[in-house]
């Protein structure tokens, strides 16, 4: 089990969704760092559960406004990545030692869908708002996500 580096390749080119990832990547790497501790995981995970659901929302708001065409399909996969780390917390709440299989899980999928299934979005979105995305930062949105 190897702690997550952020690097060029995991970029979309949308610094508020780069940053976004980055911080997804830090609580990840905390979640590495913590194994033994299950208060702290207690927290950790239930952090990540939060910022990822809040992530999604801003990416799909994002998406919606630039009109993606393939919004429709990138909500599904993050429906059931939802659906699948609120199993991990279930087994969790239940006692289970899910630590390395949730940081693996988290690791792989985390990667794999920043590089493809994000990866894919990138154009259309720096299109609409530009390579910093402050375009789309209003409201709600700006005080979970602001800099």
Do not use: C
């Not at 969704?17 to 790497?29: F, G, L």
């Not at 699948?84 to 988290?106: N, P, Q, S, W």
């Amino acid at each position: 089990m190897a702690r997550l580096q952020w690097s060029d390749e995991l970029s979309v080119g949308v610094d508020v969704i780069d940053k976004q990832h980055q911080r997804i990547i830090e609580y990840v790497n905390k979640l590495h760092d913590n194994v033994h501790d299950r208060a702290i995981l207690k927290d950790v995970l239930e952090d990540t559960i939060e910022y990822t659901e809040s992530h999604f929302g801003f990416e799909e708001e994002m998406m919606a406004e630039a009109n993606y065409p393939y919004l429709r399909a990138h909500k599904r996969i993050h429906d059931l990545f939802i659906r699948r780390v609120a199993r991990y917390k279930e087994r969790f709440d239940a006692g289970e030692d899910i630590a390395e299989e949730l940081h693996d899980t988290l690791v792989r999928w985390l990667v794999t869908h920043i590089k493809s299934e994000d990866a894919n979005y990138g154009p259309a979105l720096i299109k609409k708002f530009g390579a910093t995305g402050k375009k789309a930062k209003k409201g709600f949105w700006s005080r979970l996500f602001g800099d």
